[in-house]
C-alpha cells in the first residue's frame, strides 16, 4: 500500500493498476465537498505524474465552487 498524499484536506492515494498509476481521491472531513468520480480519474505512467493531476482536478473542482 503506498502512502497517502495530503493536499487541501483531501487524502490522494496512488495505486498501480493495470501498468498505469491511478489516484483515489478521498476528503478528510466531513465539512469538504464530495468530488465527482470523473474529477478522481487520474492514470499515469510515474506516480508523481499522477499526483500532480489529482492535485490539478481538485482546484479544479474547488474554484468552480466560488
Not at 12 to 33: E, F, K, M, N
Amino acid at each position: 500500500m503506498t502512502t497517502p498524499y495530503q493536499y487541501r484536506g483531501y487524502d490522494i492515494v496512488p495505486i498501480w493498476q493495470w501498468s498505469s498509476w491511478y489516484t483515489g481521491v478521498y476528503a478528510t472531513r466531513a465539512d469538504l465537498p464530495i468530488l465527482p468520480r470523473s474529477t478522481l480519474s487520474t492514470l499515469a505512467s510515474r506516480k508523481e505524474d499522477a499526483v500532480t493531476e489529482a492535485k490539478k482536478n481538485i482546484d479544479r473542482f474547488l474554484s468552480r465552487l466560488k
